[in-house]
C-alpha cells in the first residue's frame, strides 16, 4: 500500500484544516488507518485512528473535541479535518495503514506510512 498525505500549511491559531490521506496498491478497505504527528525534537505521537468501516474512532486526549478522522473507502482516502487548532498542534502530520482492521494508537502496529505533511500553526 502506497500512502500519499496532503493538505498541510500554515494556518492561524483558531483556524482549521483538512488533511488527506490517499492510497493505492492494494484494497484499502479492510485496512485500520491512523493518523500520527511528530513536532521537531519530539517522538512521533499517536492523534486519532479509524477502524476499517468507519465506525469505531479513537482520538488523543489533546485533539478530542477539535480533530475528526473520517474515511472514503470508495475513494480509497481517509481524512483529519482539524478545527480550532493551537500552536501546539503544530508538527509533520502523517498517515498510516494496518492490515488489521481495527483501530490502534500504537505506531509499531501499523504496516504502511505516508510521506508526512506540515501543519504549522501561528500565534
Known amino acids: 500500500v502506497q500512502l500519499q498525505a496532503s493538505g498541510g500549511g500554515l494556518v492561524q491559531a483558531g483556524g482549521s484544516l483538512r488533511l488527506s490521506c490517499a492510497a493505492s496498491g492494494r484494497p484499502f478497505g479492510r485496512y485500520g488507518m491512523g493518523w500520527f504527528r511528530q513536532a521537531p525534537g519530539k517522538e512521533r505521537e499517536f492523534v486519532a485512528a479509524i477502524a476499517w468501516r468507519g465506525d469505531i474512532t479513537h482520538y488523543a486526549d489533546s485533539v478530542k473535541g477539535r480533530f475528526t478522522i473520517s474515511r472514503d473507502n470508495a475513494k480509497n482516502t481517509v481524512y483529519l479535518q482539524m478545527n480550532t487548532l493551537r500552536p501546539e498542534d503544530t508538527a509533520v502530520y502523517y498517515c498510516?495503514?494496518?492490515?488489521?482492521?481495527?483501530?490502534?494508537?500504537?505506531?509499531?502496529?501499523?504496516?504502511?506510512w505516508g510521506q508526512g505533511t506540515l501543519v504549522t500553526v501561528s500565534s
Open positions: 498510516a495503514a494496518r492490515v488489521d482492521a481495527s483501530y490502534s494508537r500504537a505506531p509499531y502496529e501499523y504496516d504502511y
